[in-house]
């Protein structure tokens, strides 16, 4: 691979890595490249099982995996994390198991939400990890809540609460930067802008040049980040969670984003997309940046790359296989957790009923 590719190269020396990451900066970009390679290979493999008709939906996060694989490494396990659409990635960085994720994704009896979430919505309370909602933006202001309550409670952590472009017209986004604002709580925002709310480009849907201006308007600060570049991702999510740790008002980073497949697998962005876009997201390709960059810089020896695309083949094919060996949720599980073990009758006259 070389600049020949036409792929936008990082603009960094080897010393400016070093200075931007910290001490084992070469440890870091290795270990993210690692996610890196087992994001895209999950992303290929659950889109082809989509169109088999082996899972339901899947939506990819291909062209994220900077932003996602920085925000894993960065999060302390006292934070918590409240996703967009695309972030299951920073769970699994931050620990969840691939296989609990994959059983997630078949709905089966090894789900831990037993079916009842449709595929890449996971709830994963092990690593603070909210489920997401597909209405837009209402995870924004649930994470200026938790943030609040984590204040109250001087509990330590930040929380991080991911969207999309789009997220920044609905109501969730002005009332939870608001309420930030007034309230000074340790929360960062983090919209990843891959410039298509599902097929309405970002230009068509807000006046604002830079969607990280619209902090100002709630007294935060905001910055736009080159959301394809592992290192300027890592950086800015450093320096912002490493403010807000030390009492720092919340903050908004935009990362500006080449989405690279399709919305989601009932998505034909064919019918409105320019015929360019794939080949501008294709020089934009995180992990291809990343993977040049160390190349050129001798940190990715002969061999490596394929020793670990071959361990994410596997890890994923095995996380797979084990899920499809395994039975759906039982129908009694039906109403697990979602009623009282005891109380007054689901159904009856309401009359004489107790609710103790």
């Given at each position: ?298 940190l990715l020896a002969a061999g490596v790359r394929e020793e670990l695309v071959s361990a994410a083949e596997a890890s994923v094919r095995a996380a797979i296989e084990a899920a499809e060996a395994t039975a759906l949720p039982a129908e009694s599980t039906l109403t697990e957790d979602i009623y009282a073990p005891?109380?007054p009758k689901l159904m009856g006259s309401g009359r004489g009923t107790e609710t103790g």
């Amino acid at each position: 691979m070389s600049e020949s590719s036409g792929l936008v190269p990082l603009p960094y020396s080897p010393s400016e890595v070093e200075a931007l990451l910290g001490e084992g900066g070469a440890r870091t970009l290795l270990s993210a490249y690692r996610w890196m390679v087992l994001a895209r290979t999950l992303d290929a493999r659950m889109q082809a099982l989509q169109r088999q008709g082996r899972v339901g939906f899947y939506g990819a996060a291909t062209g994220q995996e900077a932003v996602n694989v920085a925000a894993g490494l960065l999060s302390a396990p006292e934070d918590w994390v409240f996703p967009g659409l695309r972030e299951q990635l920073v769970a699994l960085v931050r620990g969840h198991p691939l296989p609990t994720y994959v059983h997630h994704l078949f709905g089966d009896a090894l789900d831990p939400a037993l079916g009842r979430n449709m595929p890449c919505h996971p709830s994963a309370r092990d690593v603070h990890y909210v489920s997401m909602s597909s209405v837009i933006g209402t995870q924004i202001s649930q994470a200026v809540g938790v943030a609040q309550a984590m204040r109250l409670r001087r509990a330590a952590g930040v929380v991080l609460a991911f969207f999309g472009d789009g997220a920044t017209s609905s109501n969730d986004f002005h009332a939870g930067l608001n309420f930030a604002g007034v309230l000074k709580v340790p929360v960062l925002f983090c919209c990843t802008n891959n410039q298509w709310a599902i097929s309405v480009p970002v230009e068509h849907q807000s006046a604002v040049r830079q969607l990280s201006d619209k902090a100002r308007a709630y007294g935060l600060l905001g910055h736009r980040v080159d959301g394809t570049d592992f290192v300027a991702s890592y950086a800015a999510l450093s320096g912002a969670l490493g403010r807000l740790r030390d009492g720092a008002p919340p903050e908004l980073l935009e990362f500006l984003l080449y989405r690279m497949t399709p919305h989601s697998s009932s998505d034909d962005p064919g019918r409105y997309q320019p015929p360019d876009w794939a080949e501008r997201a294709r020089r934009h390709d995180p992990v291809a940046r990343l993977e040049l960059w160390m190349s050129e810089n001798g940190l990715l020896a002969a061999g490596v790359r394929e020793e670990l695309v071959s361990a994410a083949e596997a890890s994923v094919r095995a996380a797979i296989e084990a899920a499809e060996a395994t039975a759906l949720p039982a129908e009694s599980t039906l109403t697990e957790d979602i009623y009282a073990p005891r109380g007054p009758k689901l159904m009856g006259s309401g009359r004489g009923t107790e609710t103790g």
